[in-house]
């Protein structure tokens, strides 16, 4: 009975000890630089572009159906979001879409994971200010549950995120690369996470 006891209580610090550890926030992976308002607001602007472009902003509708194209038109065939994000009913995204792209002009592009954010997070670009979308990408009760690093995180290593740069025939590029948007990602939070002003635009 004693015995038991003793290994009930190291088992439950061993338990404690674990989650701890788990607990512990992820190793930052930007430095921290000076407060700088100017500066910060500068490097989101140029954010801003990037996630208002076609390529990311036609997964980041204002409504419930997905965008296609560099004119970001509403997507064909009547194609909704759904509670996860990957079609309703019997329109499911990967009915058309593969893993990877499909060759050829007006194909369907492809990646593992394509589809909306799900209906109850529905992280929209689509029509927000720079100071509405910089608010919300800090927000982890609008954006996954990220903290700053995991956003950082998200913009390099993401692999929806990542097709963007290759997203096959027809689509332009975001306006600059993927390492040039992290690291203006990591100047925004480094110089403070400054949300630009109401008047920017
Ligand atoms: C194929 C659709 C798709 C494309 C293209 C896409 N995203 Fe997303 N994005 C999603 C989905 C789905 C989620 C939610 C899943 C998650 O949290 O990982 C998401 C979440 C995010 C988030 C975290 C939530 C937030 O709002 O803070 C960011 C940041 C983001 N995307 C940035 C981008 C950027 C930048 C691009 C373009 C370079 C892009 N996305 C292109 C589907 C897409
Ligand atoms: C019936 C087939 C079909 C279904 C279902 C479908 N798509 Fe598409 N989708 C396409 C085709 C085809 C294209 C390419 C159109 C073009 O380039 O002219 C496309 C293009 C897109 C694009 C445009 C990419 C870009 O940046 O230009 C997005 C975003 C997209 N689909 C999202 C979705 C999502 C999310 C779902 C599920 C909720 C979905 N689609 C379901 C056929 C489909």
Request: hydrophobic share 35%; charged share 20%; glycine share 8%.
């Amino acid at each position: 009975m004693k015995k038991l006891f003793v290994i009930c209580i190291m088992s439950s610090v061993i338990v404690f000890f674990e989650l701890s550890f788990k607990s512990e926030p992820p190793k930052a992976n930007y430095p921290v630089l000076p407060k700088d308002s100017v500066g910060s607001v500068k490097a989101f602007m140029s954010v801003y572009k990037v996630l208002m472009s076609a390529r990311c902003m036609n997964c980041h509708p204002s409504g419930d159906s997905p965008l296609q194209g560099d004119d970001s038109h509403i997507h064909t065939m009547n194609v909704k979001r759904g509670a996860d994000g990957r079609g309703l009913y019997a329109v499911r995204c990967s009915n058309c879409h593969q893993s990877e792209n499909t060759e050829g002009l007006h194909m369907p592009p492809g990646n593992p994971k394509w589809g909306l954010p799900p209906a109850h997070m529905r992280m929209v670009f689509q029509g927000r200010t720079p100071r509405q979308l910089a608010l919300q990408l800090l927000d982890p009760k609008q954006n996954g549950g990220r903290t700053k690093a995991d956003l950082i995180n998200h913009m390099a290593n993401d692999e929806l995120v990542g097709w963007a740069w290759h997203p096959g025939k027809g689509r332009t590029l975001p306006p600059m690369s993927r390492a040039a948007l992290t690291a203006q990602v990591k100047l925004w939070i480094a110089k403070g996470a400054y949300a630009p002003s109401a008047k920017t635009k």
